[in-house]
């Protein structure tokens, strides 16, 4: 039996009949406006080598921890959905198999992001006009792979197809990027950008740390033994990453602890990191100066600072230790702006040549710390609602917290952050339709008048972001 798959164009815009029409007109005025994908962690061999994608469950399934942490959640194992194990243990080969396990399993994400992003991309992205079943499952899979192996889904060309303007990835100040070098000799006109991530190097705790920053004097010819030579090397990789077209950098750690400790103590902390008998407490007094040495950095060289606190990486040992970091076992937790960044806002809060976009997984702080900081800091912009609640709940709790303190032009829109390269269209829509109900609300309520609501849902969709980051 074929289930029809549909997309409802009122998708998402408020019951009220008045209000659905506001939003309608303003939704009218931003659904074709380009992207601007300002963080993400897509893959840019993708797009240097332009080759295919191999099969459906590698596009979609595999890389994707937002499906395989509710598989998982109910007892489905990551080795059957073809997750890689650390140690290269056996794991499902079988893309067909792993795609009719996730077919089986599809009800589960029902109500969740991830079904509407996966059905805007099966309809829009792919053609496919019936629903994702058990029954259906082997045609979808057939006509995805058919589609991937026409030139027409190349990555350059779903780029333009998708129209985005600029796509930025991340990576580590290690890494020599030799795509991004690939891209910028390519003559293609699309804008792939880096964006330079300095936690392996800038946090004691993450795994590999002293070999990373031995690394990094290498690769710079500095002394990474002295905090001066250390310092001196992270900015010469910042240059170079703006050479290749970066204008932000990222930093997750996992608080907003931001610290100015005396030099002497500083080169302590840097000699008990590198001998490796720091202890927690020390590797996040480390983390805290890190963040306001990069802010000082920022200053220097341009860079827009993003700041992405406040998750519990690998929560799950087990998972960790077979899969590796980033496994869909991440959790958020309560975190705290208003005394952990006031040493750096002491020292940058008033510089108008620092841009920091501060990010969230705690929503008690919207309207009670993150609102109120930014609508008074040049310095501070608030990225948008992240990670869990890149879903319309959240957004909508975002713009309800934020905006009356905040108000929109302290916000900068909207980013996907995500390795889904086929969900960004779908990730963009859904923000664009949540920002034009809310905005609708406004008008209906006579608080903006429709002109002004239309100039800021452009804003919202691709000016404010585009602004923010630089681009």
């Not at 303003?26 to 240097?48: C, K, M, N």
């Not at 019936?130 to 057939?142: F, H, Q």
């Not at 300095?198 to 002295?226: C, R, S």
Request: hydrophobic fraction near 35%; charge should be negative.
């Amino acid at each position: 039996m074929n289930h029809p798959l549909r997309l409802n164009e009122d998708r998402l815009f408020p019951s009220d009949p008045v209000q659905r029409d506001i939003a309608r007109r303003l939704y009218y005025e931003v659904r074709a406006l380009p992207i601007i994908s300002p963080h993400g962690h897509t893959d840019p061999q993708w797009f240097a080598d332009n080759g295919s994608f191999p099969d459906p469950s590698a596009l979609l399934i595999i890389p994707d921890h937002y499906v395989y942490r509710m598989l998982y959640s109910q007892g489905i194992s990551l080795e059957s959905l073809g997750v890689p194990r650390t140690d290269g243990g056996a794991v499902e080969k079988d893309p067909r198999k792993i795609w009719r396990l996730f077919a089986q399993n599809w009800y589960l994400f029902r109500g969740t992001p991830t079904y509407m992003w996966f059905n805007h991309v099966f309809y829009d992205v792919f053609g496919i006009r019936e629903k994702l079943t058990p029954e259906s499952a082997d045609r979808i899979y057939d006509h995805i792979a058919d589609c991937l192996s026409r030139p027409e889904f190349l990555p350059r060309t779903l780029y333009e197809r998708f129209n985005i303007e600029v796509l930025s990835t991340t990576e580590s100040p290690l890494d020599p990027l030799t795509h991004h070098r690939k891209l910028r000799d390519s003559g293609w006109k699309g804008r792939i950008v880096p964006t330079y991530r300095p936690d392996p190097v800038a946090d004691p705790e993450f795994p590999g740390f002293v070999q990373n920053v031995q690394q990094l004097g290498k690769i710079t010819g500095q002394d990474i033994g002295t905090w001066s030579g250390y310092l001196q090397a992270l900015a010469d990789r910042r240059r170079f990453f703006s050479s290749l077209g970066a204008t932000a950098t990222d930093h997750g750690h996992i608080s907003a602890a931001t610290l100015d400790l005396p030099r002497a103590r500083c080169e302590a902390l840097l000699g008990k990191a590198l001998s490796g008998n720091i202890t927690p407490g020390e590797a996040q007094e480390f983390r805290g100066q890190m963040l306001t040495e990069m802010a000082q950095m920022s200053i220097e060289d341009g860079l827009v600072m993003q700041i992405h606190p406040g998750a519990y990486r690998d929560h799950n040992p087990s998972v960790f230790s077979r899969f590796g970091r980033d496994k869909g076992a991440d959790i958020p937790m309560r975190t705290d702006y208003v005394h952990d960044l006031k040493p750096l806002l002491d020292r940058f809060g008033n510089e108008k040549r620092l841009s920091i976009i501060l990010f969230t997984l705690d929503e008690t702080t919207y309207s009670r710390e993150l609102a109120p900081l930014a609508g008074h800091y040049p310095a501070l912009k608030l990225g948008p609602a992240w990670w869990f609640y890149d879903s319309p709940e959240g957004m909508r709790l975002y713009r309800e917290r934020i905006t009356e303190t905040a108000g929109f032009y302290n916000t900068v829109g909207f980013n996907d952050d995500t390795r889904a390269f086929p969900s960004i269209p779908a990730r963009h829509d859904v923000a664009r339709r949540v920002d034009c109900s809310f905005l609708a609300r406004l008008v209906a309520e006579h608080r903006l008048d429709e002109d002004e609501a239309r100039e800021v849902a452009i804003d919202l969709a691709y000016k404010l972001s585009k602004s923010a980051y630089r681009l």
